[in-house]
């Protein structure tokens, strides 16, 4: 097995009239049409390295934290990948290999120093489609991605013939042009929670689903209810005994005022009545 250089790469590349036909030819599996060559669509020599091709953001992706909406993206749009988050797209580039080579999915620096993994991962002879490629982004930043930038690079080794197509297997994604909505069965999506929905248990699982810095987070919310509790419990509950006491007793001596504005007012009637019976007969 040996890797392909650039001169290699270009060699090999389908062009002119037989691009038209190519797709067919995969579909179809005529390997004697394809003979040991390439498909790359749509092809630039520019992207062509010294010993790799240039991959570059297709228009369809998706974020694994709402994994079943697939977002598109126009000419030059761009996406951001939150903290944490992993992104999941389809490449610019239609892919054919023939049956002697296979290819290998590997990051680009660029994309390590902003603090992003994109694991490497092979293409079996005989693929033909556009290619979905994962990146997580690992770092405490957002990270943004516009269509058509370069994410990633593919390499090209010679191996002998395999003796069966990817087709005649029916492997999942063969010929894709669009992004489908992938199966999970082992993520379990969180809701989204509106900021009146969240519960106490909601911040005590936050370590265990995502790591640092939320045992932080939480510890510090933690921290907060303990001091507002303490600051409840030592001023304002205090204060509000003492004040209580004294409503009570400005409550109390109004009343005891305006009984006693009764009580004077009966008896100045019974003496005024008593005077009239005296000299009044």
């Known amino acids: 097995m040996s890797m392909l250089s650039d001169g290699e790469i270009k060699q090999r590349i389908i062009r002119g009239d037989d691009q038209a036909l190519a797709r067919e030819w995969w579909r179809k599996a005529d390997w004697e049409a394809i003979g040991d060559r390439l498909l790359i669509l749509p092809y630039r020599e520019e992207c062509v390295g010294p010993a790799d091709y240039d991959l570059h953001l297709g228009g369809e992706c998706v974020l694994l934290r709402d994994p079943y909406r697939v977002i598109k ?3 030059g749009e761009e996406i951001m990948v939150p903290p944490g ?4 797209c389809l490449t610019e580039e239609f892919i054919g290999l023939p049956k002697t080579v296979v290819g290998l999915i590997v990051p680009k620096v660029s994309w390590l120093c902003h603090g992003t993994a ?13 290619l979905r490629v994962a990146m997580t982004n690992l770092g405490s930043n957002p990270i943004a991605l516009a269509r058509g930038d370069g994410l990633c690079s593919i390499l090209f080794y010679t191996t002998s013939a395999v003796e069966h197509s990817m087709a005649e297997a029916a492997s999942v994604g063969l010929g894709t042009e669009r992004l489908p909505i992938p199966e999970y ?16 248990e909601d911040i005590s699982q936050m370590p265990a689903l995502y790591g640092k810095p939320f045992d ?16 409840v419990d030592h001023d304002v509950a205090p204060n509000l ?8 007793k400005a409550e109390g001596f109004g009343a005891f005022k305006w ?5 004077a007012t009966g008896i100045l ?6 005077i009239v019976k005296m000299f009044c007969p």
């Open 216 to 231: 932080v987070v939480r510890g510090a919310l933690e921290a907060i209810k303990r001091e507002v509790q303490y600051y």
């Open 259 to 263: 009984l006693a504005g009764i009580l």
């Open 118 to 130: 994109l694991h490497a991962s092979r293409v079996h002879p005989t693929w033909h489609g556009k």
């Open 185 to 200: 069965p082992r993520l379990r999506p969180q809701p989204y929670l509106e900021p009146g929905q969240v519960r106490p």
């Open 73 to 75: 993206l126009a000419g």
């Open 85 to 88: 988050d992993t992104l999941l």
């Open 241 to 248: 005994l003492y004040n209580a006491r004294q409503e009570a």
């Open 269 to 274: 009637a019974l003496i005024v009545a008593a």
